[in-house]
Nanobody, 124 residues
Framework: QVQLVESGGGLVQAGGSLRLSCAAS????????MGWFRQAPGKEREVVAA????????YYADSVKGRFTISRDNAKNTVYLQMNSLKPDDTAVYYC?????????????????WGQGTQVTVSS
């Protein structure tokens, strides 16, 4: 399992931007499909975006398409989530997650490694 540590959360006004980072330990980061999830108070955790091992395939929830961009730098063992045009509904704790994949694939479920989460608050 990789160890994951998120950073970059904070308080931002509606319409603003934030970039989340997730640093992974270990030397097998490129063997992991990665995802960003979020959980708002009183709501279930939901997948926001996902990216394949090599970065060539991405997935976005409908609610963030066109506003969020997931990317990864395997040389730096880091996955990013660029969030633009933020809305109050984006307020949540954001988690990155990793799933070991035997080949270059994308996943939106079945993640076994999780970070501790970072709070994103969007004020209106």
């Amino acid at each position: 399992q990789v160890q994951l540590v998120e950073s970059g959360g904070g308080l931002v006004q509606a319409g603003g931007s934030l970039r989340l980072s997730c640093a992974a330990s270990g030397r097998t980061f490129s063997s992991y499909a990665m995802g960003w999830f979020r959980q708002a108070p009183g709501k279930e955790r939901e997948v926001v975006a996902a990216i394949s091992n090599g970065g060539g395939n991405t997935y976005y929830a409908d609610s963030v398409k066109g506003r969020f961009t997931i990317s990864r730098d395997n040389a730096k063992n880091t996955v990013y989530l660029q969030m633009n045009s933020l809305k109050p509904d984006d307020t949540a704790v954001y988690y990155c997650a990793g799933r070991y994949m035997y080949r270059d694939s994308i996943a939106t479920a079945g993640f076994g490694s999780w970070g501790q989460g970072t709070q994103v608050t969007v004020s209106s």
